[in-house]
């Protein structure tokens, strides 16, 4: 988290990295300045609270990219699966991860008008960013995660829920499938479910059981894919005229619309046990100046491109 030089000695101390982070994030503040500095600076230094690691590692400095968690929706077109690509590499660079919805993607066989040929499906393209994870990670300042998401009800989920069998594939990724309420119901129905190609409108059924046992006997197997239940999520969407919200950040903490961002902090809830009792007092105050602290991040990041910047200062 510590600056250093190019031999890769550390020049700054501990506490000169705190002091940095709460100068540069109090800069968003227009009026007490000083004040809020100091506010920053004393939940940090406890270890009361602490930003996620780009924060502490880009505030202040020349890269300036102080989110952790990024969400980006891939459309069906070469042109938009490689900018995507593009964009991942300089979120990795700056220490951030990013979910990517593959939901999109024309499935494997699908003929492509444009140039005669078959699409290679979602999963394929995966291998791309994977591959292109490995490669930053290795100039990042550290290395870069992803969530690769895909909805139950595309025609290669069965290959996607079966990607990471191979324990040495796909080691940049998590993965995870969006469950709806309508699936749920057919495995509890005992039904089939349909798997729709969006582009063609053809559909295949399968019994809906038999993909959820094979959903659970591959995270039994190493513990993936996950289950998001995208339907729960979007009912409680605080901002649905923005739009349906299909992704998560990596560690699924934070769902998010395309092109949103998010800044994570912790808080360290047994620095508040004093004497055998909690100082709920003090922990009231500890939230109000890190939710402060991480609404000042918003204002002064540094954001990978145009589009994150407008969303996630449309959302804060």
């Not at 989920?157 to 990471?164: A, P, R, V």
């Not at 959820?212 to 239940?229: K, Y």
Request: aromatic letters at 8%.
């Amino acid at each position: 988290m510590v600056k250093k030089d190019q031999s890769g000695k550390c020049i700054e101390t501990p506490d000169g990295m705190l002091d940095r982070v709460a100068e540069h994030i109090s800069k968003a503040e227009k009026a007490d300045k000083e004040l809020w500095k100091s506010n920053f600076l004393s939940i940090m230094d406890s270890l009361e609270f602490l930003p996620n690691s780009p924060t502490l590692i880009n505030a202040g400095r020349e890269l300036g990219q102080l989110s952790a968690c990024f969400v980006l929706v891939l459309e069906d077109s070469m042109e938009n699966i490689f900018e995507t690509v593009k964009q991942v590499a300089l979120i990795h660079r700056t220490g951030g991860g990013t979910g990517l919805v593959f939901s999109h993607l024309r499935p494997m066989g699908s003929v492509v008008k444009s140039t005669a040929g078959v699409a290679s499906g979602p999963v394929s393209f995966m291998r791309v960013f994977n591959t292109v994870t490995d490669v930053v990670k290795q100039g990042g300042v550290r290395r870069g995660a992803n969530l690769g998401l895909l909805s139950i009800n595309h025609p290669d989920i069965i290959n996607f829920i079966s990607c990471k069998a191979d324990t040495t594939e796909f080691q940049n990724f998590n993965i995870s499938v969006s469950v709806t309420n309508n699936f749920l119901k057919a495995v509890e129905a005992d039904t089939n479910f349909p798997l729709r190609n969006t582009y063609t409108k053809e559909q295949n059924f399968v019994r809906a059981r038999d993909l959820f046992n094979l959903i659970c006997m591959q995270a039994w197997t190493n513990g993936e894919p996950g289950i998001i239940f995208i339907d729960t999520v979007n009912e409680k969407n605080p901002l649905p005229h923005l739009g349906r919200i299909e992704g998560v950040n990596p560690c699924g903490e934070s769902p998010l619309l395309g092109n949103e961002s998010c800044n994570l902090g912790s808080i360290d809830v047994s620095k508040f046990v004093k004497n055998k009792k909690f100082d709920w007092d003090r922990l009231a105050d500890v939230v109000a100046i890190a939710v402060r602290f991480l609404d000042d991040v918003i204002d002064v990041n540094k954001y990978p491109n145009v589009k994150i910047a407008r969303k996630t200062l449309l959302t804060r």
